[in-house]
């Protein structure tokens, strides 16, 4: 059974990646943890500003002892939906903050959330509102399942080419490749050949990363120059995009341009998968980040998605991680050692095909990244105005189907 701790708590909702289970024997020990429907979760300490709220498919999950549940009584003159889009409003975050213990880290307790100030209009006008800002989060979260899937499937096709082989086995036991036309299928070789790194396709190269990339290529951007920057805490742990790209003016940090691929180099952001793909900057613009990113490009024939998905694929991060060294807490991956990597390179015409598809895809991925970041602007906007009575429902509905 799933037990959501402070680390679980998006904003709005349970974050189930990386989250602890328990066996059965302990979760009937622990009966009183027992989140039900519609429960509001906090953290105790930290960042105590989000809140998630509890949906039926977790209900029977277990607070965890670092956070705290928020339950409702009187369900006619209050919804658990309203009242927990109204713990996430600016001003409501403002005085948690204020009214947190601690001066270093912020402390909650029963008692400071107990004297939150929420304003109840009637119990309908709370559905409606409750709706309205529901239709965005549920936008929202379908535009981020939906990249999920697109970045699952280019993951799929990169370890079948590119790992397993598939559609040359295929070819080699005299079976038709799954998943192609003849015309794609004509361009893979029937059969493998050694090469010094190992058994490769006939016609394809076996390289090290060093031969087929470009690590931390030198790109232009001047000390002082106000550009796109990106800190490793933007960085998401399991999809290519990005969060909280802001200007800053340029000091000291790794530059990139779009079509490289971010990998953090230093423990613990490598071994919990911090890994992006670029593709949020203008035409011809760089941007710069974190000095523990490592930048990779690779080059021709393989397309710049190659990266990204060579950086996710599990072998590799393996490799990466077993490969660090420097002190405890400070160890890192050394760029000559990551280039000792084998990297298989494909026919030009394979290659352009495969681009094809992954680069689609990642467009695609993109879009609905801006979108996604443009609605969940448009919700944070009209939340303090519709809890407010600022802003009416029907004018607020123009707006989301404007957007949408």
């Keep these: ?5 402070p680390t679980n708590i998006g904003d709005g909702g ?3 990646e990386g989250i602890a289970r328990i066996g059965q024997e302990d979760v009937e020990r622990l009966q009183q943890h027992k989140l039900q429907l519609d429960d509001i979760v906090f953290s105790r300490r930290g960042d105590v500003t989000k ?8 209900a ?3 607070c965890g002892t670092g956070c705290l549940k ?3 009584g009187d369900q006619s003159i209050a919804d658990a939906k309203y009242i927990s889009y109204c713990l996430r409003q600016p001003d409501t975050k403002e005085w948690l903050i204020r009214h947190a213990v601690g001066a270093t880290m912020p402390n909650l307790n029963t008692g400071i959330l107990s004297a ?3 304003t109840l209009p009637p119990l309908l006008v709370q559905l409606a509102v409750a709706e309205t800002l529901g239709a965005l989060d549920d936008r929202i979260t379908l535009l981020r399942e939906t990249n999920a899937t697109l970045e699952a499937i280019a993951q ?6 590119f790992v397993d082989f598939d559609p040359v086995r295929a070819k080699a036991e005299g079976r038709q490749p799954e998943g192609m036309d003849a015309a794609t299928a004509a ?10 790194l190992g058994v490769v396709p006939k016609g394809w190269r076996l390289n090290t990363l060093a031969e087929a990339f470009e690590i931390n290529p030198p790109r232009k951007l001047k000390k002082g120059d106000i550009a796109p920057y990106l800190n490793m805490a933007g960085v998401g742990t399991q999809a290519h995009v990005v969060d909280g790209v802001v200007a800053r003016e340029m000091s000291s940090g790794t530059k990139f341009i779009n079509g490289d691929t971010l990998l953090a180099r230093i423990t613990p952001c490598l071994e919990n998968g911090k890994t992006a793909y670029v593709d949020f900057l203008d035409t011809d613009q760089v941007g710069w980040g974190s000095t523990e990113f490592v930048v990779l490009r690779p080059k021709m024939p393989l397309p710049p998605y190659h990266g990204y998905l060579l950086a996710r694929h599990p072998a590799f991060r393996d490799y990466a991680i077993q490969s660090m060294s420097g002190t405890s807490g400070r160890q890192r991956i050394q760029n000559d050692v990551l280039g000792r990597y084998p990297v298989v390179a494909p026919t030009q015409e394979v290659a352009d095909v495969f681009a094809g598809v992954v680069q689609s895809a990642q467009q695609k991925i993109a879009a609905n990244q801006v979108q996604s970041q443009t609605l969940t602007q448009l919700r944070d906007t009209l939340l303090p105005r519709l809890i407010s009575g600022q802003l009416r429902l029907p004018e607020a509905e123009a707006l989301i189907e404007e957007a949408i």
């Design 156 to 161: 799929a096709l990169f370890k079948s080419w």
């Design 51 to 58: 809140n998630a709220l509890v949906r039926a498919h977790e």
């Design 116 to 118: 939150v100030p929420i």
């Design 187 to 196: 361009l893979f070789p029937d059969s493998f050949e050694e090469s010094e």
């Design 70 to 72: 928020v339950r409702l």
């Design 1 to 5: 059974m799933p037990v959501v701790m």
């Design 14 to 16: 349970i974050a189930v």
């Design 60 to 62: 029977g999950w277990l």
